[in-house]
């Protein structure tokens, strides 16, 4: 397998709005996208577009959330996840197994509407990591 595009880095934040705030106001974002909630993924989510890639806020939605442990150690929110494209999930995650890599949960459906699935961060040096296929329409 080939690493793909950096789609976007996830960041954790107990309240979207603040983030807005100090993206919009401190680092002059200026295509911040509609916040919108993602119950199936426990979180709401909001894009802001970079010139090459994006930053993903999210807020947990609710307890079960899997990033209420994250916020409980990192009570101001930071950095939680990179995630980079495959043009191909089934591949992907057999291409993961067979390398060992532990992989989170199912493969779902993500914020843009294509397959994702996490690698754990034990395997990934320390950085959780989100694998996504590139959406049909992209790039
Ligand atoms: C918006 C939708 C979607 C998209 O389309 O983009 C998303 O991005 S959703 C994003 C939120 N969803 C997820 O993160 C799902 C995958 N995550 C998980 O399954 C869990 O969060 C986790 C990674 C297994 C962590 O579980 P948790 O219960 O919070 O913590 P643990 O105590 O079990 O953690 C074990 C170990 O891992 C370290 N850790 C936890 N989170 C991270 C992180 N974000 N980055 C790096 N390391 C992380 C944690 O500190 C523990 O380490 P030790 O203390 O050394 O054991
Ligand atoms: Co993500």
Known sequence: MKLGRLNHIGVATPSIEQSIAIYRDLMGADVIRAPFDLPEQGVKVCFIDTPNSQIELIEPLGPDSPIVGFLAKNPQGGQHHVC????????????????????????????????????????????????????????
């Open 84 to 139: 980079f494209e495959v043009p191909d999930i089934v591949a992907a995650r057999a291409w993961f197994e067979g390398k060992g890599a532990r992989i989170l949960g199912p493969t779902r459906i993500g914020a843009h509407g294509t397959p994702i699935f996490f690698l754990h961060p034990k395997d990934m040096g320390g950085v959780l990591t989100e694998i996504m296929e590139t959406p049909k329409d992209a790039h």
